[in-house]
């Protein structure tokens, strides 16, 4: 691999994930879920990254399923370190970039209830994020998005768990 990684919306959906990943080590990047399409996404923008899929190590674990996809890479793991490190700067304006950020960490540590949009651990940086772009948030044992509806626009055509949601156009699952 010898491109050199340049932030776009892709990797920005990434970088979204591992900020809300809790690797152990110092040079790996992971996502874990239990939905296939999630991983897919990973895999797509891995391989784009310059990863051979011979790299992707995929591991399985029962009660309940669940997948994890981890690759080590120094690298990458230090541009997105650094990226992260920066996002203030990378994700002050609200465009396709901080949309991807925002979408890669609800699809990593969010979901929906009956009280709404939650997401866990998103950490500190990212819900200081969030309120600069006006999504405001109340920290419980989940962390809540107060204004839905806005934060649901935002980021729907870029999240898949969003997509599994809502109906957007193109979605395969509202057709059954």
């Given amino acids: 691999m010898t491109q050199k990684i ?4 892709d990797i920005c959906y990434m970088l979204g994930v591992h900020s ?30 310059g990863i051979e899929p011979s790299k992707l190590l995929v591991s399985k674990s029962h009660k ?15 541009f997105m370190d650094r990226s992260l490190d920066r996002s203030e700067h990378i994700l002050k304006h609200p465009n ?9 960490i609800f699809d990593s540590c969010g979901g ?15 819900i200081m994020l969030m309120e600069r772009l006006g999504f405001h948030t109340s920290n419980m044992t989940k962390l809540r998005i107060r204004n839905s509806e806005s934060f649901i626009a935002f980021i729907r055509e870029h999240s898949l768990r969003m997509r599994s949601i809502i109906h957007l156009p193109g979605n395969e699952r509202d057709l059954c």
């Fill in 6 to 9: 340049k932030l776009n919306p």
């Fill in 20 to 49: 809300c990943s809790k690797c152990s080590d110092n040079s790996s990047i992971e996502m874990s879920s239990n939905d296939e399409s999630f991983l897919e996404r990973f895999i797509k923008i891995a391989i784009g990254m």
């Fill in 96 to 104: 396709a970039y901080t949309a991807n950020y925002l979408a890669g």
């Fill in 112 to 126: 929906v209830d009956e009280k709404g949009i939650y997401m866990y651990s998103p950490g500190e940086r990212n």
């Fill in 64 to 78: 309940p399923t669940l997948y994890t996809i981890k690759f080590y890479n120094s690298k990458i793991r230090k």
